[in-house]
């Protein structure tokens, strides 16, 4: 099994959380249970209601939607949370409302239905253009969605969202789909997102898809799939998608920050919106066939001020990785990493300029990416084939690449050549085993900043069930 733990994952704070006020909760049957929120709720109710019945069998589909369309008329009267007691709510797609909570009891299992009739197929990602399975531009909607949303949180003490995936994997691997496989969770255009304290089992496809949105936090989430499985990623947090994809994305098995490349047409010119002020703390991963944290390889708008810290790796292709190349244009710069401990990886430091996998023949080659100011620092790994592979674009090197304080033990069968280093520029600081001639020694620690992103200062809400 892949076994992804994540902690804090904040995205995007360029402003405060509104402060809305907090008022008093009611007790449902559950009642007493305590839980961090952006907000509480001033209104409660059990999905049991709603005529929702947990046998496993029975289909949950309208009760989740007349919970919600019910519980949506509370919004401007201090909010309200829907309660999935225990039990196993099988269910099609639904959708969210604003200033709602979905809080999902230990115990409780909401089981994504395999009746592709209980999934509402909805257009392409407007960035996108078409889907990215098949061939078709449908998606299935996710599993749980919304657009245009604002304060929703997405939470339990460890419930779980079993997407059942089986189904969707067989049917993709036949290529018998011409519609987009569904992801467990989705929220488009909208802000003041908090998902914690679930698990997220056996998604069709991507896990967490936070997409053209501002201020999320996904915090105390596991995401467990098994490993031959394809894209289900963990949290692909993405303000820019652009048209089909590719082995951009199939490539990155498990956890991807996938990032759109450049792309000049003046419909997507629209979403190009960078991806920044992105916090990742306190991940442990494990994820033979992908990276611990991807940055590409599409990123229309950018990837930039990018921090990620206490990081545990074990058996993973690398820790993190920068996919692009001639023709993505954009940029992936101000990325700082320290605190990884790694175990059983195949690359330490992977980055690469070729990664050539265009979704079409639509993209200009002279848009050349810049990939800039990338900082590694303060990281153990044991058990390593190859300590660093990186390959820059000729005539566009990456460069300000620093690394320091790193040491690396080798596997038993290591690779002859341990660094391998073209078209790149930076400077190294104490790291064994010796990095190559592009990478000079400058002793000097490399840059962390010391100041926190505003989304990393909110401060949850103790809330009551
Ligand atoms: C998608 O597949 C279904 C069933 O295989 C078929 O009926 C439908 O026409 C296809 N749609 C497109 C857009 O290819
Ligand atoms: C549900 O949300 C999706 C996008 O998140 C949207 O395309 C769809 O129209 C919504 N469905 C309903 C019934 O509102
Ligand atoms: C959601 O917001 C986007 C961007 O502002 C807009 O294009 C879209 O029409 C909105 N969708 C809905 C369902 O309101
Ligand atoms: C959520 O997870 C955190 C960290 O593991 C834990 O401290 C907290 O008690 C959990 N909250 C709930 C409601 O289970
Ligand atoms: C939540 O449940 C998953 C799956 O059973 C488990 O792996 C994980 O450790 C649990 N998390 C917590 C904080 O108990
Ligand atoms: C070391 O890595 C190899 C793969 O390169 C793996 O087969 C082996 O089990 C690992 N050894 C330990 C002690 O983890
Ligand atoms: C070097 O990195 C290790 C973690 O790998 C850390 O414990 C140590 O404090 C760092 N040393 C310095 C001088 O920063
Ligand atoms: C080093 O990297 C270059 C550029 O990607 C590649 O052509 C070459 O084969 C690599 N050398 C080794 C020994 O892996």
Same mark, same amino acid.
């Given at each position: ?324 190349? *001639? =023709?993505?244009?954009?940029? &992936? #710069? ?8 790694? /175990?059983?990886?195949?690359?330490? !430091? ?74 790149? *520029? =930076?400077?190294?600081?104490? &790291? #064994? ?8 020694? /400058?002793?000097?620690?490399?840059? !962390? ?17």
């Amino acid at each position: 099994m892949i076994r992804l733990v994540f902690d804090i994952l904040v995205i995007l704070a360029t402003f405060r959380f509104p402060a809305i006020e907090s008022r008093s909760h009611r007790n449902v049957a559950t009642s007493g249970i305590e839980l961090s929120a952006l907000n509480c709720r001033k209104h409660s109710a059990l999905l049991t209601d709603f005529g929702g019945v947990g046998d496993g069998k029975t289909s949950n589909t309208k009760a989740f939607t007349n919970a919600i369309s019910k519980l949506s008329q509370m919004a401007s009267d201090g909010g309200a949370q829907l309660v999935v007691p225990p039990g196993k709510w099988l269910t099609g797609s639904f959708n969210l409302t604003s200033h709602f909570t979905l809080f999902i009891q230990q115990g409780a299992t909401i089981l994504a239905s395999q009746d592709e009739s209980e999934w509402p197929v909805i257009g392409p990602l407007p960035s996108y253009g078409k889907g990215r399975d098949g061939t078709g531009t449908g998606r299935f909607n996710s599993l749980i969605s919304g657009s245009n949303l604002t304060d929703v949180v997405i939470t339990g003490n460890n419930g779980t969202i079993n997407g059942q995936g089986q189904y969707w994997w067989d049917k993709f691997k036949k290529k018998q789909f011409n519609v987009t496989r569904p992801y467990l969770i989705e929220l488009l255009f909208s802000k003041n997102i908090q998902i914690s304290n679930i698990t997220l089992i056996d998604s069709p496809s991507w896990n967490i898809h936070p997409v053209y949105c501002n201020n999320v936090i996904v915090k105390s989430v596991t995401v467990l799939a098994p490993v031959t499985v394809p894209n289900t990623d963990g949290i692909n947090p993405v303000r820019f998608l652009h048209k089909h994809t590719d082995r951009g994305l199939l490539h990155s098995l498990r956890r991807r920050l996938h990032r759109r490349e450049k792309r000049l047409g003046p419909i997507r010119n629209q979403f190009g919106m960078p991806t920044k002020h992105l916090s990742i703390r306190r991940l442990t991963c494990i994820s033979p066939k992908s990276a611990g944290v991807a940055l590409g390889s599409e990123m229309s708008g950018g990837i930039k001020d990018v921090r990620i810290e206490d990081v545990t790796l074990i058996n993973t292709e690398s820790a993190i990785r920068v996919k692009t190349a *001639a =023709g993505r244009g954009a940029y &992936v #710069k101000d990325i700082f990493a320290r605190r990884f401990t790694m /175990k059983t990886m195949k690359y330490v !430091f992977w980055m690469n300029g070729n990664y050539d996998s265009h979704p079409d023949e639509g993209y200009d080659p002279k848009a050349l990416p810049e990939v800039s100011n990338i900082n590694f620092r303060d990281m153990t790994a044991e058990n390593v084939t190859m300590s660093a592979s990186l390959d820059g674009i000729e005539k566009d090197p990456f460069t300000g690449v620093c690394i320091s304080n790193v040491t690396i033990d080798l596997s038993a069968k290591p690779k002859k050549l341990q660094w391998n280093c073209t078209n790149v *520029a =930076g400077v190294t600081s104490r &790291v #064994k085993p010796e990095p190559c001639s592009l990478l000079p020694e /400058k002793n000097a620690d490399c840059m !962390f900043p010391s100041d926190l992103i505003p989304i990393e200062s909110v401060v949850l809400k103790k809330c009551t069930l």
